[in-house]
């Protein structure tokens, strides 16, 4: 349930959807004669989407997200288990041409190869299944499976989750497969989305070693209008409401310790 009513808010909260929305409402209330709420409206969708693909608002919101953990300094002389969080693929693709088509997040599985090479006694363990927005596709541990494969990982190395549908089955079933006894384990996913994922993944006792990757700032932007992507800006704001919210939600239900889990003291 709590999965369904996840995906069911984020359609509405969404910021296009809320653009949408408003421009929508503006509409009726124009025809309906209420003409300074219908203005209002519309001047809500607009600042909306001039906020949220014009400035550099999106870069802002998910940096404190990206450099709340950071990369293991030095690295560690042996790894067990390399965990490789699911969402780096297109689903419906992947699955119709036979391919592994990645997606912004890709950089889970191609750094998650670079690990497997430089840590060659290690298990790659990746965690994703099939969403709810795929009806009919493969579960993505399966187009995981066929790139890593293709890059020379020996099938032997592979443990593979197939069932989960978002971050907190990703850490009960990996837990549920791996148990306690996992030794040291890199944890892969994207930099905003770490916090969240190592909030989990501690509750469920695996202490991980967090690699955070696919990285949407720079850590130097200050505010002002960018006006070079509208999508990619529209989207990088998109993503870290998202997150911040799931921070929030998760933390609330007492399915995380901290709103914003922290990088563990050496």
């Known amino acids: 349930m709590f999965y369904l009513l996840a995906k069911a808010f984020w359609v509405i909260a969404q910021p296009l959807s809320i653009i949408v929305l408003l421009m929508l409402a503006g509409i009726v209330l124009l025809a309906l004669g209420r003409r300074r709420l219908g203005l209002a409206a519309h001047i809500g969708a607009l600042s909306v989407l001039v906020l949220c693909g014009f400035t550099s608002f ?14 293991p300094s030095p690295m560690p002389e042996t790894v067990d ?9 297109l689903a419906r ?10 997606n912004d997040a890709g950089d889970r599985l191609t750094d998650a190869v670079v690990l497997a090479r430089r840590y060659p006694e290690a298990r790659i363990v990746f965690s994703g299944g099939v969403g ?30 197939d069932r989960s549908r978002n971050t907190d089955e990703n850490a009960d079933l990996t837990a549920a497969m791996l148990g ?25 006792g695996l202490d991980v070693v967090p ?3 696919d990285y949407r700032s720079s ?22 409401m998202k997150e911040w919210i799931g921070l929030a939600v998760y933390h609330w239900t007492g399915r995380i310790d901290s709103i914003l889990p922290a990088q563990a003291s050496n």
């Open 219 to 240: 850590g130097q932007e200050g505010f002002g209008l960018d006006f070079a992507n509208p999508v990619h800006s529209l989207n990088t704001a998109s993503i870290a």
């Open 211 to 213: 690699w955070p990757t």
């Open 81 to 89: 288990a390399i965990i490789v969080l699911g969402g780096s693929t």
């Open 180 to 204: 306690n006894d996992t030794g040291t384990a890199l944890l892969v996913t994207s930099a905003f989305h770490m916090p969240r994922s190592v909030g989990l993944f501690r509750r469920v």
């Open 132 to 161: 709810l927005m795929e009806p009919g596709g493969e579960p993505e541990a399966a187009t995981a499976e066929r790139l890593l494969l293709a890059m020379g990982i020996a099938p032997a190395r592979l443990v593979l989750e």
């Open 58 to 71: 999106g870069v802002l919101l998910i940096r404190p997200l990206e450099e709340r953990f950071t990369r």
């Open 93 to 102: 693709i992947s699955t119709a041409r036979g391919v592994a088509e990645l």
